[in-house]
């Protein structure tokens, strides 16, 4: 039996770790699309639901507190969501949650890290 690969965006404006991230998600069985700011990630979600989206919180047009926003109030869906972020001050982790964020991780973001994590949110669904 072959296993359909689960789809992941990811919102990241940082290039270079986007690509970093990309490259471990891919190896790690994923297929990824990417998206570099907020507002490319609402108009792949007008199209697309991807089975996780994992997303920095400072991004250009939208942030990831509003893409999640966005996810969950606009769009009704339930599909989880990992919000990371160098800001991983108290406030921005609680506000993050209390949006509707199933997980938040600070930077610097250890690839593999991220991929267990990933891992352990669809395994939830």
Do not use: C, W
């Not at 250009?60 to 599909?79: A, C, K, M």
């Not at 993050?96 to 199933?102: K, L, S, T």
């Amino acid at each position: 039996m072959i296993l359909e690969k689960k789809h992941l965006l990811l919102a990241e404006d940082d290039e270079l770790l986007a690509s970093l991230l990309n490259y471990r998600l891919e190896k790690g069985g994923y297929k990824v699309h990417l998206a570099y700011d907020g507002r490319e990630v609402k108009e792949f979600l007008k199209e697309h639901t991807p089975d996780i989206i994992v997303s920095d919180i400072m991004m250009p047009y939208f942030s990831g507190i509003e893409i999640v926003d966005h996810v969950r109030n606009e769009l009704n869906l339930q599909i989880p969501v990992i919000i990371i972020s160098s800001a991983g001050n108290e406030e921005n982790v609680l506000n993050a949650f209390e949006m509707g964020a199933n997980d938040f991780i600070s930077k610097p973001v250890s690839p593999s890290e991220l991929l267990v994590r990933v891992g352990r949110e669809l395994a939830k669904m």
